[in-house]
Structure formats: structure tokens, C-alpha cells
């Protein structure tokens, strides 16, 4: 949207040509959605305060002190990116279109998730069933729309990291790798959040990593330089990821240890959603399994459990998601988090280095 008036204001003064820079939109999009989320989050924790979230009944004793802290706090990171996006993003850019739609109906998805929840003060929610459905209405729609209007081969090869020269054009099979990359995403976003600040952080850090894929496989020049496909317009998803990670750490602000407010299925299942479709885009779905390698554990972990479970009535772990694991084993939460932040941190740098390791 501003880049429209100062596309306009250039006409009279020539210093405006500035806000055609992607990286310093970027660095706005950042400060913008970080200011908002800082600005509306004491607003939203006073009106949500009188809504607390239920607690798991069968989870660790200590999460029982939490009960009553106000939920559906991911709305506040959602509104944040809709408006830095807004403001600061080419919205001719239909790549923009699809990262921002999808992840506001994967929040819609996770708001009536909440509101269930909250209404009938009971964990359960939406039926699991119901929630896969509109995920994958979602998710199937959106890949349908990028494999139709996809212009160039590179959209719809899937590039392996490590290898220069190894691509495969996946074809017609790209919408069923967009489809599990979005929905496995979101849903394994949704089952790290279990501690305060536990998901949020590295939803910052590969979102930020993948604005830096956004960006040089966007830029002809780079790309080439780099090994990897040039997909012309990638590069505005820049904007976007700096959306993502001021409103994330704005949130942070409020959800760290002891959180004020709880992100909730609005927020996790949205930025789940986000940073899938975000890999998709930029054609890095392999390496967004490396960077989220606490979202993948997490999620492997309630998988392991559950079959562990019903094949042999044991337990691997003494609960799932791994987190619990650790907490009922004695580990205080703020150690469980950070230990998961550090390694997140190493396996974002290690996806990172796919960009000239190959």
C-alpha cells in the first residue's frame, strides 16, 4: 500500500526511490509489525483476561497454576502481519496473495478451535476430523492455484540440499508435496506449542531464514551465483517474513516465561501454515524439514507414542509432545525451552549453509 504513494511521491522528489529497496521494506515490515504487536497486546490481554485457557487435565502438575491465562493470543500475531504485509508489500505480487490468505484461514481454522474450547471451558476443541478437513480444503486449494498459474519449471521442481545438479520436477505430484508440506507444518507448529514461548521463537528463526531463501532465489543474480532456481517475484515474500518475525517477537514480549497470554490454535496453526507455504514458495520443503527439526521431533514423538501405545500398550516417552517428556523427568519449563531455542538456532544455521554447500 505505501509502496504505491511513494511510487507516486517519486514524481516530486527522487529520495522516495528508496522504498523500492526490498531489504529496507523488510527491515519496515519488521519494526512495523513488532510496534503493533506492542502496542495491542496489553489492550488484547485486558479484554481476553476474563476467558482463560482449560488446561490438559492428564498434563504436567505444574501447567495446573496456569489455568485462566488468556488464549487466542495469536490473533495479535495475525493482525500484525496483515498490516505490515499490507503497508510495506507489492500487493500486485500473487505470491503475497497466497502466503497471507493461507495463513489467515489456517488461523480462522484454529480460531474456531479456540472458541469451542473456551465456550465449552474443555481441551478438545473442534473434532480433530473437522480441523483436517478445512486444513486440507485449504491446503489442496492454494496448491491447485500455485501448480495452474505456475509460470516457470523451477515452481514446481523440488530442489535436495547438498546437491548442486539434483532437482526433481515433481509434475502433477507437486500439489500432494505442497499439501503435506502445509498441512504437516501447521499441525506440527500446533504441537510444540505446549510451553511459554516454546513455538514462537523458532517460528521466528526459520521464517527469518526463509525471508534470506526468499530473497536470493528472488534476485536473478544471486540465484545464479548461489546454484539455486530463479523464480522471478519470490523475492516480495521478503516483506512478508519480516511480518512474521516482528509479530512474532512482539508476541514473545507476552508469551515468554510465565506468558501472559497463550498463542493458541489461532496463532500456532497459522504460523505452521505460514512457514510450510512460505517453504513451498521459495522451493525449499526440504530444507524447512531441517530448520524445523523441533517441530518434526515434536511431532514424531506423539506418532512414536501413539502406535508405541496401541502395538504394545507401553509408552516410549512418559508423555507426549517430547516436551512433556522432559518436564515430567524434572526439567524446569524455562530449561526446556531455551535447550529447544539453542537447537533450533544450530539447525537453522545448518539449513543456512545449504545455500553454498552444495
Known amino acids: 500500500m505505501l509502496l504505491y504513494l511513494a511510487d507516486y511521491l517519486v514524481h516530486f522528489n527522487s529520495g522516495f526511490k528508496v522504498f523500492q529497496y526490498l531489504t529496507l521494506r523488510a527491515i519496515l515490515g519488521v519494526l512495523t509489525a513488532l510496534v503493533i504487536s506492542l502496542a495491542v497486546g496489553p489492550v488484547m490481554i485486558r479484554r481476553l483476561r476474563s476467558i482463560g485457557q482449560p488446561i490438559r487435565i492428564d498434563g504436567p502438575v505444574s501447567h495446573f497454576s496456569k489455568t485462566g491465562t488468556p488464549t487466542m493470543g495469536g490473533g495479535l500475531i495475525l493482525i500484525a502481519i496483515s498490516a505490515a504485509t499490507l503497508l510495506w508489500a507489492d500487493l500486485s505480487n500473487r505470491y503475497i496473495w497466497v502466503v497471507l490468505i493461507v495463513t489467515l484461514l489456517f488461523g480462522g481454522v484454529g480460531f474456531v478451535d479456540d472458541y469451542k474450547k473456551l465456550i465449552h471451558q474443555n481441551s478438545r476443541g473442534l473434532l480433530s476430523r473437522h480441523k483436517y478437513f478445512w486444513q486440507s480444503v485449504i491446503a489442496l486449494s492454494a496448491a491447485l492455484f500455485l501448480y495452474s ?191 529447544f531455542w539453542i537447537i533450533t538456532v544450530i539447525l537453522v544455521l545448518i539449513g543456512l549453509a545449504t545455500l553454498k554447500i552444495r
Open 149 to 339: 498459474t505456475a509460470t516457470v519449471s523451477a515452481e514446481t521442481t523440488l530442489i535436495v540440499p547438498f546437491f548442486k545438479n539434483v532437482a526433481v520436477n515433481l509434475g502433477c505430484y507437486y500439489v500432494l508435496l505442497t499439501y503435506f508440506v502445509v498441512v504437516g507444518s501447521s499441525n506440527a507448529v500446533n504441537l510444540t506449542d505446549g510451553l511459554d514461548g516454546l513455538a514462537v521463537l523458532p517460528t521466528v528463526l526459520v521464517g527469518g531464514a526463509l525471508g534470506i531463501f526468499a530473497y536470493v532465489a528472488g534476485h536473478a543474480g544471486f540465484a545464479h551465483y548461489l546454484g539455486i532456481p530463479y523464480i522471478p517475484g519470490v523475492g516480495e515474500l521478503v516483506i512478508f517474513c519480516g511480518a512474521l518475525v516482528g509479530s512474532g517477537l512482539g508476541f514473545l514480549w507476552f508469551n515468554t516465561y510465565p506468558a501472559q497470554i497463550f498463542m493458541g490454535d489461532v496463532g500456532a496453526l497459522a504460523l505452521g501454515a505460514a512457514l510450510g507455504i512460505l517453504a513451498v514458495l521459495v522451493r525449499q520443503e526440504l530444507v524447512l524439514f531441517i530448520m524445523g527439526g523441533v517441530f518434526v521431533i515434536e511431532t514424531v514423538s506423539v506418532i512414536l507414542q501413539v502406535l508405541s501405545y496401541k502395538l504394545t500398550g507401553r509408552r516410549i516417552f512418559r508423555m507426549a509432545p517430547l516436551h512433556h517428556h522432559f518436564e515430567i523427568k524434572g526439567w524446569p519449563e524455562p530449561r526446556v525451552i531455551v535447550r
